[in-house]
């Protein structure tokens, strides 16, 4: 059974695969065509889901509730898509989206699209741990997902993006609480780094998982094909470029969601 932690962390894996490079005055074309306004959707949705098990299992703690309409607001997709397109927009250059465009335009590129925005719904994840142990015995995809990972640099992006979240989270309470009860910077970083790195590596497994299920459909040959477009100077423009985007996005939701919650509690206080 994953922690609420982990299935966060999971949509935001997913949420990370499905990312595309948009651009400039054919951003909202791109972002239609590769996928990611799907992708957004099912993320809040999921993130949805996930506060709501969270207070089907603390029926007596009506605050979740509240906390629930919050962090759904606090993570609307008009809001995560404008801080996409902004970012992804100035970072990219006309010959840089053309060669991202070029694969995004193939055959396996739509393909992988239709299967990170399958995977990234509800029902995806539902069927990805119903096939877990399955997945896992195959070795051969085992190994390739590793230098997926290891390619993507997924585990440290992840840590970033998952620490500047909580943090952001943090920042916006304490930013929103009297003078004399904020946290200093210094508090906030120490406290989320005591906390990432076990939770990083509970995750590991969940990135592996992820991506056997994500790419399962692909023949070896295609799988490869894809991983060696990351090791290419785009591919590696184009990981970093939306990675960034998604760190923005994550960080700016999380203030949002931090703010909202100490405005209600000290609003309920008085």
């Known amino acids: 059974m994953l922690s609420r932690f982990t299935k966060v962390s999971l949509l935001l894996w997913m949420f990370m695969q499905a990312s595309v490079v948009f651009a400039q005055a054919s951003v909202e074309a791109l972002m239609e065509k590769s996928g990611i306004n799907e992708v957004i959707d099912n993320f809040q949705e999921l993130m949805a889901e996930s506060v709501s098990e969270a207070a089907a299992q603390d ?20 809001l995560m898509k404008a801080d996409f397109r902004e970012y992804l927009g ?36 539902q069927k990805m741990m119903a096939q877990a142990a399955e997945l896992m015995k195959n070795s051969k995809r085992v190994a390739m997902a590793e230098e997926y990972i290891k390619v993507t640099h997924t585990e440290e992006q992840m840590k970033i993006i998952m620490g500047n979240m909580q943090a952001g989270m ?42 056997i299920f994500s790419y399962q ?33 994550m960080s700016k939701a999380g203030r949002r969601a931090g703010a909202a919650i100490a405005k209600a509690a000290l609003k309920k206080k008085s």
């Open 59 to 78: 029926k007596g703690n009506e605050n979740l509730a509240v906390v629930e309409k919050l962090m759904v607001e606090s993570f609307q997709p008009a």
């Open 90 to 125: 100035l970072a990219l250059s006309e010959k840089e989206i053309s060669n991202i465009l070029t694969w995004l335009n193939t055959d396996l590129g739509q393909r992988i699209v239709a299967m990170e925005s399958e995977a990234s719904s509800s029902e995806g994840q």
């Open 170 to 211: 943090m920042f916006g309470m304490s930013a929103s609480m009297p003078e004399d009860k904020r946290m200093s910077f210094d508090q906030i970083t120490k406290l989320v780094d005591s906390q990432l790195d076990p939770a990083m590596e509970q995750m590991k497994p969940v990135f592996l998982l992820s991506t």
């Open 217 to 249: 459909s692909l023949t070896d040959e295609e799988l490869q094909q894809y991983i060696d477009f990351y090791k290419t100077e785009n591919g590696q423009k184009y990981n970093a470029t939306t990675m960034a985007a998604f760190d923005l996005a």
